[in-house]
Nanobody, 117 residues
Framework: QVQLVESGGGLVQAGGSLRLSCAAS????????MSWFRQAPGKQRELVAG???????NYVDSAKGRFTISRDNAKNTVYLQMNSLKPEDTAVYYC???????????WGQGTQVTVSS
């Protein structure tokens, strides 16, 4: 399994920005589809943004126009740029890597994002 470590979370005021990073170990990163999920207390984990190994992206409706997912294969890192943050974005954000052919489905430990009003 690939090792994933998230960073970049913190406390920010509504309307502010954060950039999350997810660093992956090993040599399988470039073969993996990457995504960011989030989970708020008492709520189900939801997909926020995804990026395939080919660079195609998708976003949850609430993030469209505000969040941007990107990847740097040379650095084995995926990013989530979050702009115009809202209190409802408050959650623990988790990085996920999937490579079906390699039986990979790995999760990071999560990073807390708190958006104050």
């Amino acid at each position: 399994q690939v090792q994933l470590v998230e960073s970049g979370g913190g406390l920010v005021q509504a309307g502010g920005s954060l950039r999350l990073s997810c660093a992956a170990s090993g040599s399988i990163f470039r073969f993996s589809d990457m995504s960011w999920f989030r989970q708020a207390p008492g709520k189900q984990r939801e997909l926020v943004a995804g990026i395939t190994r080919g660079g195609s992206t998708n976003y949850v409706d609430s993030a469209k126009g505000r969040f941007t997912i990107s990847r740097d294969n040379a650095k084995n890192t995926v990013y989530l740029q979050m702009n115009s943050l809202k209190p409802e974005d408050t959650a623990v954000y988790y990085c996920n890597a999937v490579a079906v052919a390699l039986s990979i489905n790995s999760w990071g430990q999560g990073t807390q994002v708190t958006v104050s009003s």
